[in-house]
Structure formats: C-alpha cells, structure tokens
C-alpha cells in the first residue's frame, strides 16, 4: 500500500484508501472534539475562564487552516506520504507538550502548533482524492471520508469522558499522542502515493504564488469553499458550545454528555451517507443547495424553538439534528466541486479549502462563548451562518443556469 498508485484504483484499493483515509482525517476531529467533556475542569484547574478555554478550540481551528496552507503546496512539490509523515509527528509532539501546559496562554500557543500538524491529514487526504476521482465519484469519496468524521466526534467525547474517569484532562492529550503515533505509521507504511514525480509542481516559491492566484481569482471557487465554510461553522458553533449548554444549562453529567453530543454525529454521518445515494438522482450542485435550505430551516426553527423553550432539551435536540444532517450534505459536495475545478494543483486547492473552512470555524467558535455559551447563542450563530450560505449557494444555482442558457 505504500507505494505510489497508477491509474484508476480497483474496487479493492478505493476500499483500502477509503479506510486508510478514513483513518488519517479522524485526527482533526479528534483533536477538537475529544476534550470538550474537560472544559470545566480545565477551567478551574489552570484558574482561567470559560472563553479563555474556549480558545484553545479556536487555537487548534487556527492552526488547522495555516497548516493547511503550508501543506497543500508541499505536498503538490513532494508528493502526499512525506507532509503526512512530518506533519502527523509534529502533532504528537504538541500533544505530549499540551500535557503538560501549565499555563492557558500555553495550552492556547500548543494548541495552534497542534492543529498544524493535524492540517496535514486533512489536507492530503482531500487532495489525494481530487488525484484520483472527480465529480459524482469525487463527492462520494468525500462522503464517505465524512462517515469519519461524523462518527469520530461520536467516539471522541465519549473516549475522552472515559479517560477523565480514569484520569485528569492532561491525558486526554496524551492519548492523542498515542493516536497520532499510530497514525504516523499508517502514513509511513500504509499510505499509497497518488501524485507521481511526472505531474508534482515546482519547489520554487512563484508557481506557489501563481497557484495561489489562480484559486482565488475563481469566484465559482472561492463561491463553493464559503459555503462549505459556514456549513462547517455552523457545526463547529455547536461543537464549541455543547459542553456548557448539555452540562450547565441541561444540567448533564460527562457521561450524558458523551451520548446526548453522539447523536449530533449520528445525524451528521446519516447524511454523509445520504449523500451518495442523492447524487444518483441529482447533480452535486442541486443537492448542495437543497442541504443548505435543510440547513438554514433547522437552525432557523432551532433559534424559534430555543426561543419559545430555553429549559426544554427536547426542543434544542430536534431542530439541531435536521441542522446538522443538512450541514453534512452540504460539505462533500460542496468540497467535491470546488476541488474539481483545480485537479492541476490539487494540493493547493484543498489547502484554500481547508484554510477559509477552518478560519470560518475559527471565528464563529468565540462568538457562541462571546453570546453567552447557551441554546440561544448556539441557535443565532447557526442561522446567521446559514442565511449567508443560502444567499452565496443561491448565487452559484443562478450562475449556473445563466451558463447553461448562454
């Protein structure tokens, strides 16, 4: 599996690569979602605040953007398999350093490190696939690497609850160490290379910056990865509040926690797997923006609900879950049609991707925190993300059918 892959894979080596992959994008999810359950006790432990906390979820989002816009160039020069090697080392180290922070702003510096080193995973897996797939095949290679990180957010709470019973939150990242080192063998011995020597890029620093110029300047592009963004957004504002509205304002234990957070993943790999089974039947394009209208419908009435309910948990969960499976019916395709219009520079490509998914996702974290970390604040950040992503998918749909008329 290790060497390089000629052709169209096989039946056998796509299922092979999904589950290699598979494995190397469960990092990100990992390393944000699996200490949420320690927020409150890293609050009083190192003697900060929720928000500064909170940070450190902001941090690793940021660092999982400039990871990937270091990476995704790299990896067009060198091939996949050694950015994935050193980037995933780089995440072990931070991890075990994270375990031993005894200071927030520390913890906030170790935190932005770590993500860089998670970006690698993200962002070669991404291009790996736009190497070998595009389009209808392409979205549905996506999906599938969704199915991971919407059931990876279901273990992690729940991982990381177990440890803290076993433990105190510093080894939660020592387990993520012990994952990541795993995962440096997986890169090392069991990743194939799909970017041949006869198709990398130069090392020079100007084909870099041309390449770059050339994603942006592309307002179907630039169009498709803000709407992943904010789709993605509005999860991370979910991800980044739940611990303080299911175990403060719903007064859940870690364990309940663990299992009331898994449905949200529940209702997110659901729809990753829908996904394949719509675009049989419709463009990717036509499924993005009908995900995106579920989307906004479900915070909307989750905003309404919140509203009208505030104590009620039943009443937060259910709008939320039709939210969060029109958000992850939104993202593959989204990202399938983006990387699709790039396949020259595919690492580049999935490193803008990756860079405005998680600097969208950066920002809204401490907004949720800023509006108080409760069902309200939750529900006024996934609408207001929504609405603007049903304007710019609205505006893809018109673009499309004017080139379609001309």
Do not use: K
Not at 148 to 161: K, N, R, Y
Not at 343 to 356: D, F, K, N, R
Request: glycine letters at 12%; charged letters at 10%; aromatic letters at 6%.
């Amino acid at each position: 599996m290790g060497n390089a892959l000629s052709g169209q894979p096989s039946r056998r080596e796509r299922v092979r690569l999904a589950v290699v992959l598979g494995a190397m994008v469960a990092l990100g999810p990992l390393t944000i979602d699996m200490y949420l359950p320690a927020f409150p006790t890293i609050v009083t432990d190192l003697g900060t605040t929720a928000p500064l906390v909170q940070m450190t979820l902001t941090g690793s989002l940021i660092g999982l953007g400039l990871g990937q816009l270091l990476i995704g160039p790299y990896s067009d020069s060198v091939g996949r398999r050694i950015p994935l090697v050193l980037g995933t080392s780089l995440h072990v180290l931070t991890s075990v350093l994270c375990a031993f922070a005894t200071d927030i702003v520390v913890l906030n510096v170790l935190r932005v490190v770590q993500g860089i080193g998670a970006a690698a995973t993200a962002v070669v897996a991404m291009a790996m696939v736009r190497d070998l797939y595009e389009g209808r095949a392409a979205a549905t290679m996506i999906s599938h690497l969704m199915l991971v990180t919407g059931l990876a957010p279901i273990l992690a709470p729940s991982l990381g609850s177990a440890v803290l019973l076993a433990g105190s939150w510093r080894w939660v990242f020592g387990t993520l160490a012990v994952i990541g080192a795993v995962l440096v063998a997986v890169a090392a011995f069991a990743t194939p290379e799909t970017l041949p020597p006869q198709r990398r890029r130069s090392h020079s620093l100007r084909p870099v910056l041309r390449g770059f110029g050339t994603v942006v300047r592309d307002a179907d592009f630039v169009l498709l990865t803000l709407v992943g963004g904010l789709a993605f957004g509005g999860a991370l504002a979910y991800v980044s509040g739940a611990s303080f509205v299911f175990q403060q304002q719903y007064g859940l234990d870690e364990r309940e926690f663990g299992l009331v957070f898994g449905l949200g993943a529940v209702a997110l790999a659901c729809g990753t797997q829908l996904n394949p089974l719509l675009l049989r039947r419709f463009t990717p394009l036509h499924v993005l923006f009908g995900a995106v209208v579920l989307a906004t419908a479900g915070a909307v009435a989750l905003l309404v609900s919140t509203g009208l309910q505030p104590d009620s948990l039943a009443h937060f969960l259910v709008p939320l879950l039709v939210a969060i499976t029109g958000i992850a019916l939104a993202m593959p395709n989204a990202a399938a049609l983006a990387l699709s219009r790039h396949g020259s520079a595919a690492g580049t490509a999935a490193s803008v991707l990756g860079a405005i998914r998680f600097g969208l996702g950066s920002a809204v974290a401490p907004l949720v925190g800023v509006l108080g970390n409760d069902s309200t604040a939750t529900a006024v950040v996934m609408a207001g993300g929504g609405a603007v992503a049903l304007l710019l998918s609205g505006r893809l749909v018109l673009r499309e059918r004017r080139r379609g008329a001309a």
